[in-house]
């Protein structure tokens, strides 16, 4: 044993972590090259096209996927919105509140679509829904999504509150701000990065789900993943690859976003 | 993800204390009835007797829990026995969920620690990476697993083109298929926690141990595993307690023949099967799993916490 052990640098794991990134990226890529597939089939290559793309916007399918769009993104932006409002609400509270009993279970509350399996979840609300004779419909899905969307949208912005000092909200009251002037002329503004996250996280979670979507959304409508899902039970197509490419190119471009304002905040 | 709630040198004040219960309604309204009122529901549900066709008749019954556990034959006049069949889809989900995490903590144990030895420069830029395709649609992630897996798949096309097999390899509808599909939809639960672990490790302790002369073998596992046994504990869970009651892994790359919870219960509300009280039944078990899982987890996060510090 010449060299001393170097417990930084174990051999063996620089491997494993490119091969957990190839196991990572592989499929994603896999589907977007085979999107620009031109061939009826999924399995045979005849070369680059949109053609799959074409047949999302103008194909025979094209009118039920526009309808899932407008269903999926604007279910998505009022939940994003709601449940933003209501996070940074209840994040002032629990971060500039001082201590208080119900601080613990207020925490409890608010993690508990975290904590609750999904499937659990969504067998609750329909059973709810169902109870007090609620249809099943457009806003069955917008309220459970603002529900399980609360908790996406706390954790980046209890996180940002935790990392502001107060003393500049002290400094206004100082001078003579009324509290409600100090929350929203100092503290929010200051904020802005951790509603951008939180929003961001929200509209993702909300654009993505499929299982509680999937059961209180009743008969006759459908958000993208219910529509994906119902086609692709009958096997995987073309367009189908289309459509996740442009979703995922979406996620990624909404995560990265919120990365690089969380990232450039860092720094100033 | 993006950040913990407990961040160190948190600035916790008291400036809006008059006003925090009135910040906090809208999100206890909110939850109360859309989370906790249902749950409840679901609870009385299933004890209620079912309706043909879905829906309940509003009168006690124990029915959903007696035929989770016991079988009573065709009429229900036969002595009980035990019956197996949704033990054994419970037990199947346990056993693929366990596997799925062992899977994830085989590959994932590497790269957090691999990431968290990295200069601290770059290190966000490497946990970003293994996030982003956590971001990515589940359903979309599992049909690109289900596309590269199957018979005629691209992984199947490679191996065959680099001749390490002559003929396909079935790997749609297996157990194995479903325990891939899991580990990719939560390897970040893995990863993460993990990594929060070992950055938060002062290397300069195993420094010590290799200066008085402790070998290799001792360091790692007399130094280094029980500082970073939380994270990995915690990262099992959050892994297995999803992979639990997953539903779209088992469904679209399990087929029939591989069961698991999700299905179960799905099948109770959405497909044939059509009984409410035996899907709320097999949910609260279900859930009960859950909640003991991260029940004893937190005590003994609580009990870690004051004999470490």
């Known amino acids: ?268 | 993800m993006a950040g913990g709630a407990a961040s160190g040198g948190s600035a916790r004040t008291d400036t809006y204390r008059e006003a925090r219960h009135w910040l906090l309604l809208p999100s206890w309204v909110v939850l109360i009835f859309l989370i906790l009122i249902p749950v409840l529901m679901m609870l009385v549900y299933s004890f209620l007797t079912k309706e043909f066709r879905g829906g309940v008749i509003w009168e006690f019954s124990l029915d959903a829990y007696d035929q989770f556990f016991f079988n009573r034959g065709l009429f229900g006049d036969e002595p009980p026995s035990i019956e197996w069949t949704y033990i054994t889809i419970f037990w199947r989900s346990i056993w693929q969920a366990g596997a799925a995490t062992i899977l994830s903590l085989v590959i994932g144990f590497p790269t957090a620690y691999f990431i968290a030895t990295r200069p601290e420069k770059v290190r966000p830029m490497w946990v970003f990476l293994i996030t982003i395709p956590y971001w990515v649609n589940l359903l979309i992630r599992t049909v690109s697993m289900k596309f590269v897996l199957r018979d005629q798949g691209p992984l199947n096309d490679f191996l065959l083109w680099t001749g390490l097999i002559d003929s396909p390899l079935h790997i749609v509808n297996t157990n194995f298929a479903v325990q891939l599909g899991l580990f990719y939809s939560y390897l970040p639960f893995m990863v993460l926690p993990i990594y929060a672990s070992v950055e938060r490790y002062n290397f300069a302790l195993s420094e010590a141990a290799s200066d008085l002369y402790a070998g290799k073998w001792v360091t790692l596992r007399r130094i280094l595993l029980p500082a970073v046994k939380p994270g990995v504990i915690a990262g099992c869970i959050l892994v297995f307690v999803p992979s639990l009651g997953s539903f779209l892994a088992p469904d679209l790359l399990g087929g029939a023949k591989n069961f698991m919870i999700g299905s179960l219960i799905e099948e109770q509300f959405k497909g044939n099967a059509g009984n409410w009280p035996f899907g709320a039944a097999a949910s609260m078990i279900l859930l009960s799993m859950v909640l003991i899982i991260l029940i004893v987890f937190a005590r003994q996060q609580a009990r870690a916490e004051k004999g470490g510090a």
Not at chain 1, 46 to 58: C, I, M, N, P, Q
Not at chain 1, 134 to 163: D, E, K, N, V, W
Not at chain 1, 229 to 245: C, D, E, L, R, Y
Request: proline letters at 4%; glycine letters at 6%; a positive charge.
């Open chain 1, 1 to 268: 044993m010449g060299r001393r052990f170097d417990i930084k640098h174990v051999p063996g794991f620089l491997p494993v972590t490119i091969l957990c990134l190839v196991v990572l990226y592989a499929p994603l890529l896999v589907v977007t090259i085979y999107s620009l597939n031109d061939s009826n089939s999924i399995t045979n290559w005849e070369g680059v096209s949109l053609r799959w793309y074409a047949d999302v916007f103008t194909g025979p399918e094209a009118e039920k996927f526009k309808l899932a769009a407008w269903n999926s993104f604007t279910i998505a932006i009022i939940a994003a919105t709601v449940s933003t409002s209501i996070a940074t609400l209840a994040a002032t509270a629990m971060v500039r509140g001082g201590r208080f009993r119900l601080r613990t279970v207020s925490f409890g509350l608010i993690s508990m679509p975290l904590m609750v399996p999904e499937i659990v979840t969504a067998v609750a609300t329909l059973i709810f829904f169902n109870s007090i004779g609620f249809t099943r419909g457009y806003s069955s899905i917008l309220l459970a999504h603002i529900a399980f969307c609360i908790p996406f949208a706390y954790m980046p912005i209890a996180a940002r509150m935790q990392g502001i000092e107060d003393s500049y909200e002290q400094a206004a009251l100082d001078l003579y701000a009324t509290k409600r002037q100090a929350f929203t002329r100092i503290l929010l503004p200051m904020m802005v990065p951790g509603i951008i996250s939180g929003y961001l996280l929200a509209f993702i979670i909300s654009l993505d789900d499929f299982i509680i979507t999937n059961f209180v959304k009743g008969a006759g409508i459908e958000t993208l993943p219910t529509a994906i899902f119902g086609s692709v039970k009958q096997g995987i197509k073309p367009n189908i690859m289309a459509i996740s490419t442009m979703l995922l190119a979406l996620s990624i471009l909404m995560v990265t976003i919120s990365y690089f304002v969380s990232k450039s905040d860092k720094k100033t």
